[in-house]
């Protein structure tokens, strides 16, 4: 696994909402650079922005001013379209809350970025049953979401992430929700993915011992980074 | 996301809300059933009064009369002048009534295209009997070449036949003793009629057909031109002199490949001439006019019902739209661009006009055809043919389509609204 390429550069960024009096600086010239494959924790409280920034990374957001390139690309120069294909192609998200389809089958759900991206109904069931048994819920396939426990649900959620073998997976606050024993399993399946597959991780977390098991830290507060290690 | 995806997508949706959908639907569908009668009702109508066309005239035909002159009293208030030049006669409550005479006959002839003329004369029979029979009423009319009568048995009259023929309107056949329509071609009857001095003669006639029941013509015989001419002939004996050759209306025969401009152009200049000129379609489109307009009185109803349903439609995909507010951010997060949101909750409107609009058409049509069946069985059993509900497929395809359409434009508010949603914040939303 290459481990030297730059996946995410950032130059002076800023993300500033509102206008005038009401304007709110939630980043403030951040500069740093993301390697592939390595494992990068966004740590601060909430409030100081690490959200944000896990947001403009993921190109949910777009800078206010600075440069953000991915893939040497700065992201100005891609039209809607080609953040959208980016987005769907490139990138893996897991949610603190899930955000999976309560009345929908587990499969339903981990196939969805498939049926975003326009793949056949028997590649996608194909692949959505790999991705489960990448993280041992092949027997909950035709479960509805809504019958399993939270850990599974966030087991779904990695594989909803993984099925488009994504280079970065974003997790914000993945064991937020979890006890720690689900938690510690579901950080091990986070992890175990960077290593064998040379996933870029990227995560936001207050939650220490997860930001210890990252291969680097960021540390936020007020949207500029006071720590970086 | 693939159009088909959209769609499955937008279906599996609706059906997630089970009530929510249903009470949409049944909006709509309201609209969609309303639609359907009222045009199957016009529909129905239409089509038989076009059937019954044929039955009282052919279509190259003219009925022309001298052209109504402007009436005295919307004009200067003053009473109409005596003009000398025009023809007339008297007719019932000793009002003057302008009339033809073989002058004008000959003026019309004398245009293009038209191929005869000949007034029309009244002839009025006194009975009708046949060999054993009683004396019965009948009236009677000459057959018009071209005219398309449904017979129940044999044929229409030929008018170039020496042989004075009848057909018999549909109940006459076993009155006149005869045991079938078919027992009675061929066979011979009488009819009378007065003439002036009030004698009473009668001529033998050969029946050649029956004919059905029809609503328009009600039950009056058709004759051939030898057996109408014979009649006259013994109607008119002991006349005045001045009350013959004077005609109230003529018949003219045009050339029947002439376009519906052409006979447009032909009505005008008759009517540069003095004389109007109608055919049986401007007669029947009078009665067509004041079908069509009801059914559109009918229809603007029935599309206010879908506007009402319209906002139902606007209402539902909104409350979807909040209750799913965070799939359409992960959705978004995902790749899926705005459009193919904004694609998918349309697919969701249309499909929700979809089905309250075929629901509407198949309960509708259903209705229909039980009315169909209840009428023809009861209150319209006189009229032979007529479906009081007809339902031509492309008018419920259409009806379909518009539906479906509205929903769309219906659903475009509450689409555009999720097309727009910033991921972010919809995955925050709370």
Redesign the interface.
Known sequence: MPTSTVIFEADNVSKIYGKGENAFTALKDISFSVKKGESLAIVGKSGSGKSTLM?VL?L??APSAGILKINNTDITSLS??NL??????TFG?V?Q?F?L?A??SVLENVI??L????VAETERRKRGLEALKSVELEDKANNKAVDLSGGQKQRAVIARALINNPEVIFADEPTGNLDSTTGAKVEDLLFKLNKEKGITLIIVTHDEDLAKRCKRRIEIKDGQIIKEA | ??LI?ILK?AS?NIL?SKLRTFLTVIAIFIGAFTLTLTNGIGAGISSYINSQVGSIGAKNVFFITVKAQDTPATTNNAPEKYNPDQATKNVFGGQSQAVLTQKDLDIIKAQGHILDVRPEQNVSVTYVTAANSDKYQVSVTEFLDGTNLPMNAGVVPDNTSNQLQIILPYNYPSSLGFTSDNNALGKTISLAATSADGTISSVSATVVGVEEKTLIEGGSANVNTALFNALFAIQSQGLPAASLNKYPIAIAHFDSSLTDAQVTDLKSKLSDLGYTAQTIQDEIGIIQKVITGIVIVFDIFAIIALIAASFGVINTLLMAVQERT??I???K??????N?IFLLFSAEAILLGFWGSFLGIVVAVLVGKIANHIATARFLQDFQGLNLLSFPIHTLVIIVVVIMLIAFLAGTLPARRAARLN??DA?RYE
């Open positions: 947001h993921a949910l957001d809607s379209r959208d294909l980016l987005r769907n192609r998200f949610f809350q955000f389809n009345n929908m969805l970025p049926k975003i991206a326009g | 996301m693939k995806d997508t599996a997630q965070k799939e951010g992960l959705m997060a995902m790749g899926m661009s705005g193919r991921p972010i995955l």
